[in-house]
Every structure is written in structure tokens, then in C-alpha cells.
């Protein structure tokens, strides 16, 4: 008889996103002539730029040629893409060899993969609110999980307090949902906080390309010591518009051993063993991003959504409204006006403005009085959400 994994009947349903579609629906056919404006989308709106689309197109004909024609790829990645990789990360002063470089078909994946690497029996600290992927994953192979408390005295970047015992460390900055970046100097007590405990930092730097300011790092790489502590997960989705076209790329350090095992030899055997490789075509498109040309296009587009953070977070200074992130990140959180609780703000926001957000809540217990927007609109739509925010608020 087959025995099935009961850690699934652990899991709690995830309603958030359902909840919030049905609420509009209910609501959209209720009131036909209510133009509702989406500001809680999580994805990116605009096109792959030109440089990228050319790079896929160009390798799309290399497969309809005989000579040209690429079957199995390195489940790892294409060199050029490593080296690609690699010398973007040499801009941040972070030295890689090529093959601590494992290309993907995005960091979610990858986030939920790694775990094979690590036994059941590690706890596992996960930050409080965050994106659900780390809680549930592991959930799903039976870790415990000890929760780390974001909130407002801490400005959402909860750091060591001596308490947190842990063995694998969630890391996400710029984050998602709370926008909050951590500075060089937090971050380092964080890689001191894993080396003393031999713990093993999982890193999602997939908000990245979204990082203004200088004492935030790019990569958890840049801090001294973090090679024998962390993985980094990084994704082409926000930084290139790839969420439906799918790559990413996680690092592995040859420093990085436990138990006198290296996790980079475990990934690249977890890697050949369960994976055959991101497509070619897909692999060009990455590169492309890369090049003189890409890096000025996809600039442009990142360079368009921090517009439209600018246009929130002005909005909400103006209604003295207190908020969170929106300048190394994409997204915004903001404090509820008035102490009222997520759900509550989400239903005025939507009745009174016809505006769409996501209820802090949903990310966790902490999120409870906290709200999402985030800058994925257009310009237009984006200032028309905030005047009709503005005008409830007044
Ligand atoms: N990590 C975080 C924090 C995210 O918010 C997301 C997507 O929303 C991902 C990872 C997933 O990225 P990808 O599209 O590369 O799988």
C-alpha cells in the first residue's frame, strides 16, 4: 500500500489571492460601471524588452537549423549564461567561479528544491510577515518552523536576538511583502549570527535589480564570511519582465560545507539527477538581459515601476500615512489608517476607490493593519489610484 506524505494536511489553504478575486467580482458585478484599478499585482506588466525578445528570436531560428540545432543542454546552465552571471556579480565586487552558478527556471523552484539538500530534522526561521513559499515548503517535509518577528518597532527587519535558534535562515531583501531592505551592517550580524550557529542562510535576493540606495547589498556575497553560510536564490522575473518566460539562477558556494559535505557537488547531483536544464531559447534571453543594449533597456522598465513607487508613497506621505519600502522594492506597505485591520481597509479601499490592494494579513500574523500595493501598474492607472485614495483619506 502506498503511504502518502501527511505534511500536506499540515499545510493551511492559501485563500488570499482567491478571496480578494472573488471580493471583486462580487463587487464588479454589483456596480458594471465601477472601473476598479489593480494595485496588488504581484507581476510585472510590461513587455521583455527588445534586446531580450531579438536574443530569444535569434535562437528560435538557431533551432530550426540542422547546424545550429541545441538538444540537451548542461542542467546547470549554458557557460554563457554562467559567465554572464558571473561578471554581474563581479559589478557588486562578489568573485564566483562559473560553476557555483546553477541556472533555473526561477528562484521558486529552486527556493522549494534546496530543501533536498537538508534533513527534516533542522528548524527552519522564517520571518513573519513573508512570502509563503518558505513556510510551506517546508511544512511539506514535516521542519520545524520558529517564526521571526517583523513589525513595526523593528521596521520589518527583524534581526539575531539571541533567541532565534535556528539551522536554515530565510533571508528575502528588498522584501516581499513588506518592501524593507536590510543595510550591509544588519546583514553582517545576520552571516555572524549563522556562522556561530553553523546555520545555512537561504537568500532570496529576487527583488535585486530594485536597489537604489548603496549600503544595501545585492547579493548577501558581498559580506565578508557569507560564502561558508548562504545560498542566494536571484531571478530574471522582476529584473527583465521573465515571470512567464521563467529563469533564475541560484548560487551554491564550493565554500559551503556541513558535515564534511559540500552543497555545492550535493546541488550540481540534485541538479543532473531531477533536472534537465532551462531552454535554450530562454537561456539566450537571460543573457541578452546582460549586454550593453539589455542592461539600458530593462533599466528603463524597472527605472518606470519606481515611478509609479514614487507616485504611491507620495500619495500616502500626503495623507500622512505611515508605510514601509517602495524605494529599494517594488512593493509598498503601508500602516493601515486609523488602526483599522487589513480586510477592513481592503473593503473601503474597494468600495470607496474602486481600488484593488492585498491585506497585509495574509502574509502572516504580523501583517494584520498592514496593506500591499505595489508599483506593477502604469502610470495613468497608478496616479488615478492614488488621487481616489487620496480623496477617501482627506
Ligand atoms: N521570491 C520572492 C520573494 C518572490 O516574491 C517571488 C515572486 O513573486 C519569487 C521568489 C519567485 O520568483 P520566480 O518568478 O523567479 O520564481
Not at 71 to 82: I, K, R
Not at 84 to 98: D, H, I, Q, W
Not at 113 to 138: E, G, K, Q, R
Not at 253 to 267: D, F, I, Y
Amino acid at each position: 500500500m502506498s503511504r502518502i506524505n501527511h505534511n500536506y494536511d499540515k499545510l493551511k489553504p492559501n485563500y488570499l489571492f482567491s478571496d480578494i478575486a472573488r471580493k471583486v467580482k462580487e463587487y464588479q458585478a454589483e456596480h458594471p460601471e465601477a472601473s476598479i484599478i489593480r494595485m496588488g499585482i504581484g507581476d510585472v506588466t510590461r513587455p521583455i524588452c527588445e534586446a531580450v525578445t531579438r536574443a530569444m528570436s535569434e535562437a528560435v531560428l538557431e533551432q530550426s537549423r540542422q547546424e545550429t540545432f541545441h538538444g540537451y543542454g548542461d542542467e546547470q546552465g549554458y557557460a554563457f549564461l554562467q559567465d554572464a552571471l558571473k561578471n554581474y556579480y563581479a559589478s557588486f565586487g562578489v568573485e564566483l567561479e562559473r560553476d557555483e552558478i546553477f541556472v533555473s527556471d526561477g528562484a521558486k523552484s529552486d527556493l522549494g528544491n534546496i530543501l533536498d539538500l537538508f534533513d527534516a530534522s533542522n528548524t527552519v526561521l522564517v520571518p513573519d510577515p513573508v512570502y509563503p513559499v518558505y513556510a510551506d515548503t517546508n511544512v511539506m517535509d514535516g521542519r520545524k518552523i520558529v517564526y521571526l518577528q517583523a513589525n513595526e518597532e523593528n521596521e520589518f527587519l527583524p534581526m539575531p536576538d539571541g533567541t532565534a535558534e535556528a539551522d536554515l535562515i530565510y533571508i528575502c531583501s528588498p522584501n516581499n511583502p513588506t518592501g524593507a531592505a536590510y543595510t550591509r551592517a544588519q546583514l553582517a550580524d545576520w552571516v555572524r549570527f549563522a556562522r556561530e550557529h553553523r546555520a545555512v542562510i537561504l537568500f532570496d535576493a529576487a527583488y535585486e535589480s530594485f536597489i537604489v540606495d548603496s549600503d544595501i547589498p545585492h547579493s548577501i556575497f558581498e559580506l565578508e564570511g557569507a560564502k561558508e553560510c548562504a545560498i542566494e536564490f536571484g531571478s530574471f522575473s522582476k529584473m527583465a519582465g521573465f515571470t512567464g518566460t521563467r529563469c533564475g539562477y541560484t548560487v551554491v558556494p564550493k565554500a559551503l560545507v556541513r558535515e564534511s559535505m559540500g552543497l555545492n557537488g550535493m546541488w550540481r547531483r540534485r541538479q543532473t539527477t531531477k533536472f534537465n536544464g532551462v531552454a535554450y531559447v530562454v537561456q539566450r534571453g537571460a543573457a541578452a538581459v546582460f549586454t550593453e543594449e539589455g542592461q539600458r533597456q530593462i533599466r528603463e522598465g524597472i527605472a518606470y515601476y519606481q515611478e509609479n513607487a514614487k507616485i504611491i508613497t507620495n500619495a500616502l506621505e500626503s495623507c500622512g500615512i505611515k508605510y514601509f519600502g517602495g524605494r529599494n522594492s517594488p512593493y509598498i506597505w503601508l500602516k493601515c489608517p486609523g488602526g483599522m485591520r487589513s480586510w477592513d481597509f481592503f473593503d473601503k479601499l474597494l468600495t470607496q476607490a474602486n481600488v484593488v490592494g492585498t491585506p497585509g494579513e495574509g502574509f502572516g500574523k504580523n501583517g494584520e493593519g498592514y496593506f500591499r500595493l505595489t508599483s506593477f501598474s502604469t502610470h495613468e492607472l497608478t496616479a488615478e489610484a492614488m488621487t481616489r485614495l487620496k480623496s477617501i483619506l482627506h
